[in-house]
């Protein structure tokens, strides 16, 4: 991240710190299930793998015990993307639907996870997801329309493979959002002849 331009170079810490903080959690957009000739947006598996993760952090879960801390809520979540956004279910004027959702949004909403895709430029709908006054639902977003937003839980779901300068920055962009738990979706490896170096 430091070969980033806007990326100040980091001071040493005057004294330890007090731990490394939780590893990140790893998903690929490959193996059984998954759609690898799609994007990692269109692929339903990725998206109830990512449901089975959160599920196993207990967010959306009931309190265990009133001396235990707070269950997480969906809302302490950010599923963010670096390329384009995600697009919600279409409909025509009856209602009917003319376009799905993208895939990894319906493998969430499939696992029981409830999903709202930030509409870009909605400024209310902005508002209300810097306030946490939106509903209780998982917040998907491109990183740039949340810059300066924090969430417990960031789900990044990178699209492109190695060596990508723009993937970097998205990575950077969707990282520096959490505060707690990282969960990192990884596009396939490339066969070993494509990648370069
Ligand atoms: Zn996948």
Known sequence: MKKDPIVYQYTEPKSPLPAEGVQPRVLFHTGE???EDECVYDCIQCGKNI?????????GGADRASTSPRALQYRDVFLLTYYGNLHDTQTDDSGNVTEEASGLIRGLREAGIPVTILVEEDHTMLKEVATMEGPNDVFAAQSTEVQGLERKIVVFAQADGLNSENEDRGRLQAMS???AQLIWVKPPLPPPDKISH
């Open 33 to 35: 299930g998954h759609d």
């Open 177 to 179: 959002r959490c505060t």
């Open 51 to 59: 449901a089975g993760e959160l599920q196993q952090l207990n967010v």
